[in-house]
């Protein structure tokens, strides 16, 4: 599917799970190398940057995770964007909806029909803003991520630390999934900026290093929510450590407290013809008395140790 968008002398192709035909029609009105033009029809394993004489060709790796909390499922995707960038034209590749970019849409119709838009006399400049637009989707993610975490602190000091460790291992499998497909975008753009200084010139400088400053925001608060999510997971570890403490602390007291029980229960009930007080009037409330005492007793030593 092809989708065309103009604005001034600028020209926006998208391509969505393009076609032979759809790339080959492209290819031709915007003069392609026919090696890049083959590289559109299939995702790529890895991004890079390639610098031809009438456009610039790149692909980048984009996270597209979400978390259901309905049924506690994540979907886990990286989606691959490619691309070309000349003097006049933007071309974007993807094979899956990119919910960044389809927005990025609806502004660059908005902003073309009411010719009140700053993007420039370029294309580099489409692209800049369309970068931009990336990154601040991602950063609404991350915000998002931040106050699952703040919920997620809640519930740890609510009591809930059994049930948030799930929780703490589903938000730190969405931050690897971001780490994982933004992890070369630093060399990337480091490279597009070499790039674009000598096709775009030095008045387009000031947008290059822009972009890389819009990575740089990103990288910041993912690793801000690393760290938050590990500090929130050493604490609900700890937490979860001393409540188990405690339970085996109680369950330790309360058998070594019914353990002499047992053992006067045991000797009163052998069967032997000299046993003290059975046999004698209410022996059966002497021995439940002994019993007692030692329960208390016990009780009070405990509390003495400090051990409950």
Not at 54 to 64: A, V, W
Not at 192 to 217: N, P, Q, S, T, V
Not at 255 to 264: C, D, K, N
Request: hydrophobic content about 40%; aromatic content about 12%.
């Amino acid at each position: 599917m092809i989708n065309k968008y103009t604005h001034k002398n600028v020209t926006w192709v998208d391509f969505e799970n393009p076609t032979l035909d759809e790339v080959r029609e492209i290819a031709e009105e915007f003069n392609i190398d026919p090696l890049v033009a083959n590289e559109l029809l299939s995702p790529t394993v890895r991004p890079r940057v390639d610098y031809y004489k009438d456009y610039i060709y790149l692909i980048l790796h984009f996270p597209n995770s979400y978390n259901t909390r309905g049924n506690g499922n994540i979907s886990k995707k990286i989606e691959e964007v490619d691309f070309i960038v000349g003097k006049d034209f933007v071309i974007t590749t993807r094979y899956n909806a990119v919910d960044a970019l389809l927005e990025f849409s609806k502004v660059f119709e908005v902003q073309s029909i009411l010719d009140k838009s700053n993007m420039g006399d370029h294309a580099g400049y489409i692209f800049f803003y369309m970068i931009q637009h990336l990154y601040k989707s991602l950063m609404n993610r991350l915000e998002t991520i931040r106050d699952l975490l703040d919920d997620i602190e809640k519930k740890i000091f609510e009591g809930e630390e059994k049930e948030m460790v799930l929780e703490l291992s589903k938000i730190n499998r969405l931050l690897l999934n971001y780490k994982e497909s933004t992890s070369l975008h630093k060399e990337i753009l480091e490279s597009f900026e070499i790039a674009g200084k000598k096709f775009f010139g030095m008045d387009f400088d000031y947008h290059l290093r822009g972009i890389l400053g819009e990575y740089y925001k990103v990288e910041g608060a993912m690793q801000g929510a690393k760290e938050y999510l590990n500090e929130l997971r050493d604490t609900n570890d700890s937490l979860l450590t001393t409540k188990q403490n405690e339970i085996m602390k109680i369950l330790t007291v309360t058998a070594f407290i019914t353990f002499p029980l047992t053992l006067i229960a045991g000797i009163f009930g052998m069967n032997t013809i000299s046993t003290p007080i059975i046999g004698n009037e209410n022996d059966f409330i002497t021995v439940l008395l002994i019993m007692l005492l030692m329960t208390i007793l016990m009780a009070f030593y405990f509390r003495m140790k400090k051990w409950f």
